[in-house]
């Protein structure tokens, strides 16, 4: 056996607040790897009502690796929930028409980019990550925290808005798994080192 299939909407037997998150999503600007999995206290189908103010008309998109783990109330918020801060205002007039649906034109409101999640990301519950983030591969994003700004490859951060608070190994270690990339390997070989990656020592995966 080599784990569970991962075109399966619940991986785990008779419990179904558990996803394998691929298979739950329906909106195509949201695009997820192979084996992520997304834990609701409720409901799965929470996930996509968590993907804040993303609209079709805006196009951006919210990118998560393979192999992540999402907790409940993880919320990312897009660009549609952008308004004009340069502006005398910051209210969005354009929207309610009647004589003020002309209010935008020549301008746009402010475009941070997709939000892009790699692999083997663990995000903790209720965490919210911003527009135009990057999360690199291997990071921990812990409970409650707010991600404004792109997070390092297996670094942990924390707080409102999240900071660093430490590595999760040494810069060399960080190199050498940024070289394996685990994650792409097929699963024959992903579940030959199941022992390894669970392991601390990066030589018995190497080798």
């Known amino acids: 056996m080599n784990g ?19 298979n739950v999503v329906k909106n195509p600007n949201i695009i997820v790897g192979d084996y992520t999995y997304y834990d609701d206290f409720e409901n799965v189908e929470n996930f996509e009502k968590n993907v804040k103010y993303h609209f079709d008309f805006v196009g951006d998109k919210l990118i998560i690796g393979k192999f992540c ?8 918020i897009m660009n549609g929930a952008n308004h004009l801060t340069d502006a005398m205002s910051t209210y969005p007039f354009a ?12 301008k ?31 990071a921990i994003i812990a409970t409650n ?21 430490k ?13 394996l990339q685990w994650w792409h390997w097929d699963i024959e070989k992903i579940t030959k080192n199941i022992q390894n990656l669970t392991d601390n020592n990066i030589k018995k995966l190497i080798e």
């Not at 475009?111 to 083997?120: H, L, R, V």
């Not at 925290?145 to 608070?165: F, L, M, Q």
């Open 145 to 165: 925290a707010t991600v404004t700004k792109d997070v390092e490859p297996y670094t942990i951060v924390g707080g409102n808005p999240a900071k660093e608070i």
């Open 108 to 138: 746009s409101y402010p475009q941070k980019g997709d939000i892009n999640i790699g692999n083997d990301v663990w995000i903790g519950y209720n965490a919210t990550i911003m527009a135009g983030v990057t999360i690199g591969d291997g």
């Open 167 to 179: 590595k999760r190994f040494s810069k060399e270690v960080i190199i050498k798994l940024l070289e």
């Open 69 to 76: 783990m999402i907790a409940s109330d993880v919320k990312f």
């Open 95 to 106: 929207v309610f028409g009647n004589g003020w649906e002309h209010a935008m034109e020549g």
């Open 4 to 22: 569970p299939e991962k075109n399966t909407k619940f991986p785990l037997e008779h419990y179904d607040r558990l996803c394998f998150l691929k």
